[in-house]
């Protein structure tokens, strides 16, 4: 709404955009990345033709390099098969350059935390601000929510997590599906060396990249997957989606949901398992 005085608008948007300030909103994103190199592109071809600038002028400063997504995951695989145990697997994605993320402003990779040996692992969407200050996963208001959960559950010693991507998105921003595709393997080869016997996916971004589906969070969660890794010896993992810690911070009232699949796993980890 507008006013007879534009200065009681401008006042209006200050005071909306310090209450977001506070709430923690640093940066204003739309839901889905705009490809501006792609825009760009089309003005240009829409452009009737210009003459070709002296030589000396399209020198210029290049755009900024698209990272080649085929090439990324080759060597993701490679460098990911190579890592024998997860200290060489969290120097493996260090090293890594092949995550578009890793020049979007992150300023460390963030791999994992918990026991190497867990029955349960957690698979969460990326890092956020706190955990790129940190290196570790869940470790803001989301991680500290987790804690408390697992804590309650008796899991808290008895879980490994990780992100299906290991660099901050800007803005936290959900990560694209080749940001995701490209840091895979990585989280494949961690399942791989630590041998958990659940999965638990923390989060519609998490639970759609690991499973290969597009059906949203709600409809998902507290079901049981069989997840399997693209490459390996074709052995499944029983794997539930639940809600993702932040979301219950936004809405309380869901966490009777994440709280119902946390105790259905638990009841699963603990269950004697029957001979064959
Ligand atoms: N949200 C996630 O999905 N992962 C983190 O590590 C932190 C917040």
């Known amino acids: ?26 940066a204003a994103y739309a839901e889905e990345p705009i490809d501006r ?31 080649d997504i085929a090439a990324g995951l080759a060597e993701a695989r490679a460098l990911a098969a190579a890592a024998g145990d997860l200290e060489a697997l969290a120097a493996a994605i260090a090293a890594f350059d092949g995550c578009g993320l ?41 991680g500290q929510l987790l804690d408390r959960m697992l804590k309650a559950a008796g ?10 991507v290991f660099w901050r998105p800007p803005g936290n921003r959900t990560p694209t599906p080749a940001e995701q595709a490209v840091c895979a393997p990585f989280v494949e080869r961690a399942i791989e060396l630590v041998k958990p016997q659940m999965l638990m996916f923390a989060g519609g971004a998490s639970a759609k990249a690991m499973l290969k589906v597009d059906e ?6 507290g079901r049981w997957f069989d997840w399997k890794a693209e490459t390996g010896d074709g052995h499944a993992l029983p794997a539930m989606p639940t809600l993702h810690p932040a979301f219950l911070l936004r809405q309380p009232a869901a966490k009777k949901k ?13 269950r004697p398992s029957r001979p064959h």
Do not use: C, H, Y
């Open 1 to 26: 709404m507008t006013t007879a005085d534009p200065r009681a608008d401008l006042k209006a948007v200050e005071s909306l955009l310090a209450f977001w300030a506070e709430a923690g909103v640093d």
């Open 37 to 67: 190199v792609a825009e760009g592109k089309a003005r240009l071809l829409a452009r009737p033709a210009a003459p070709a600038p002296p030589a000396a002028v399209s020198r210029g400063r290049a755009a900024a390099p698209q990272p």
């Open 102 to 142: 890793k020049r979007e402003g992150a300023t460390q990779a963030v791999f994992a935390r918990g026991n190497p040996n867990a029955e349960l692992m957690i698979v969460g969407e990326g890092p956020g601000a706190d955990e790129d200050r940190q290196g570790k996963p869940f470790v803001g208001r989301a």
């Open 155 to 164: 899991l808290e010693d008895r879980v490994f997590i990780t992100n299906t």
């Open 216 to 221: 949203g969070i709600l409809s998902l969660r």
């Open 258 to 270: 994440a709280w119902i699949d946390l105790l259905t796993l638990t009841e699963r980890l603990d």
